[in-house]
């Protein structure tokens, strides 16, 4: 097993598990937010969208494959509180899918020197192995994020 196979199989765990959590959120629940915090299921779903895109999507291909605007409403340092017009969830949940897909296919033309080469137009900072799995971490944290939130809406619906 090569490192893009290993890569494959870790992106598929981390992925179902938001896909999975976000087709499980009641609608009234995707914008929810504990008191004092704007961060919310849909949000942390479509910030791993970004973070993949961003890690790499474009570390692999190198551009972006997200529509016009969405680092709006996804980006770090975006502001949730601030968006007036969010896409459908069906929408972030189609495009989670269709990213999975992608990433698959390419890591699937992934040589090992590919994935262990420094992106020289992102800095000397880490090796494209390195940017997938720190985006597929910080995935994997906000699919936590997701679950505590959906956890704690259950229990503020009582």
Same mark, same amino acid.
């Given at each position: 097993m090569?490192?893009a196979d ?5 992106? =598929?765990?981390?992925? +179902?598990? +938001?896909? =999975?959590?976000?087709e499980? +959120? ?6 929810w ?14 910030? %791993? ?20 605007g969405?680092? @709006? ?5 975006? =502001? ?27 890591? %699937?033309? %992934?040589? @090992?020197e ?15 192995l ?12 906000h ?13 503020? %619906?009582?």
């Amino acid at each position: 097993m090569g490192l893009a196979d290993a890569l494959v199989e870790l992106a =598929r765990q981390v992925r +179902t598990d +938001t896909v =999975r959590i976000l087709e499980a +959120t009641p609608r009234e629940a995707l914008h929810w937010a504990p008191s004092g915090t704007s961060n919310t299921i849909l949000w942390h779903a479509g910030h %791993a969208l970004w973070l993949q895109d961003l890690m790499c999507i474009e570390v692999l291909a190198g551009q972006s494959e997200l529509p016009k605007g969405w680092a @709006d409403c996804f980006a770090q340092g975006s =502001r949730p509180a601030r968006v007036t017009h969010w896409p459908h969830h069906s929408e972030v949940l189609r495009l989670l899918n269709l990213q999975l897909q992608r990433i698959t296919n390419l890591l %699937a033309t %992934a040589t @090992d020197e590919q994935l262990v080469r420094v992106p020289a137009r992102l800095g000397a900072s880490r090796n494209t192995l390195g940017w997938i799995i720190h985006g597929l971490h910080d995935e994997a944290k906000h699919c936590g994020e997701m679950y505590l939130l959906w956890k704690l809406w259950t229990r503020s %619906a009582r």
